[in-house]
């Protein structure tokens, strides 16, 4: 079965300007603060983004979302699987929310929905 047939939400490519924050006291140094980074498709479920770092699928993330002309939202996502990209050192991941508000789950709905029309 494909990933995209477990989904419960249909993710929509984008291009989201998000930052995240790996909250495992034994992380990378490096991811210890803010990373930047890009969504790449977003669902009401979850998130694919690229990070530079490789982050363990059992490690929490805090990520900040900034849809464009709406309030940021901030969510708590754990990676689900993880994609080596060899060619651009980064690592494709994808992530489920964990914690997500009605209200951003609403935002989240509404701008991939804008994608359908």
Same mark, same amino acid.
């Given at each position: 079965?494909?990933?995209? +047939?477990?989904?419960?939400?249909?993710?929509?490519?984008?291009?989201?300007?998000?930052?995240?924050?790996?909250?495992?006291?034994?992380?990378?140094?490096?991811?210890?603060?803010?990373?930047? $980074? $890009? !969504?790449?498709?977003?669902? *009401?479920?979850?998130?694919?983004?690229?990070?530079?770092?490789?982050?363990?699928?059992?490690?929490?993330?805090? =990520?900040? !979302?900034?849809?464009?002309?709406?309030?940021?939202?901030?969510?708590?996502?754990?990676?689900?699987? !993880?994609? +080596?990209?060899?060619?651009?050192?980064?690592?494709?991941?994808?992530?489920?929310?964990?914690?997500?508000? +009605? *209200?951003?789950?609403?935002?989240?709905?509404? =701008? $991939?929905?804008? =994608?359908? *029309?």
């Amino acid at each position: 079965m494909k990933n995209s +047939e477990k989904r419960q939400n249909q993710r929509e490519s984008c291009s989201v300007d998000s930052s995240f924050k790996n909250l495992d006291g034994s992380a990378h140094p490096a991811t210890a603060s803010f990373s930047e $980074t $890009t !969504i790449q498709d977003l669902s *009401e479920g979850g998130v694919r983004f690229r990070s530079n770092y490789f982050v363990p699928i059992h490690n929490k993330l805090l =990520f900040k !979302i900034h849809i464009p002309n709406r309030k940021p939202i901030e969510a708590l996502v754990q990676p689900a699987w !993880i994609r +080596e990209l060899p060619s651009v050192h980064q690592f494709d991941i994808g992530g489920k929310f964990i914690s997500l508000s +009605e *209200e951003d789950k609403e935002i989240i709905r509404q =701008f $991939t929905n804008s =994608f359908l *029309e």
